[in-house]
Nanobody, 124 residues
Framework: QVQLVESGGGLVQAGDSLRLSCVASGLTFSSYATGWFRQAPGKEREFVAAISRSGLSTFYTDSVKGRFTISGDNAKNTVYLQMNSLKPEDTAVYYC?????????????????WGQGTQVTVSS
């Protein structure tokens, strides 16, 4: 059974940093690509970042480029999202998801399994 567990969310002030973690069980980290998505109240779920199976390619939505970094640690079977210079508009529930087949890393409908999310709240 595939299970993804996000952690690391919390309440911070604008300009602060957080590191989110996504720990996978039921599969090896290197067997899938991983994406981070977020959903704010009243808004649709939005692509944030993704990393390829090899870890050699990363992708970001324009609003987080230069501030967020996605990375992986095979030994810990974990993918991270380092978030710096946080803004109030980054407030959302953040989800990690895994993608088993080739396609568009930015398309949420091409991901196969999802975690339950972790809340990030950024005050001004």
């Amino acid at each position: 059974q595939v299970q993804l567990v996000e952690s690391g969310g919390g309440l911070v002030q604008a300009g602060d940093s957080l590191r989110l973690s996504c720990v996978a069980s039921g599969l090896t980290f290197s067997s899938y690509a991983t994406g981070w998505f977020r959903q704010a109240p009243g808004k649709e779920r939005e692509f944030v970042a993704a990393i390829s199976r090899s870890g050699l390619s990363t992708f970001y939505t324009d609003s987080v480029k230069g501030r967020f970094t996605i990375s992986g640690d095979n030994a810990k079977n974990t993918v991270y999202l380092q978030m710096n210079s946080l803004k109030p508009e980054d407030t959302a529930v953040y989800y990690c998801a895994v993608k088993y087949y080739s396609g568009n890393y930015r398309n949420q409908y091409q991901y196969d399994d999802w975690g339950q999310g972790t809340q990030v709240t950024v005050s001004s």
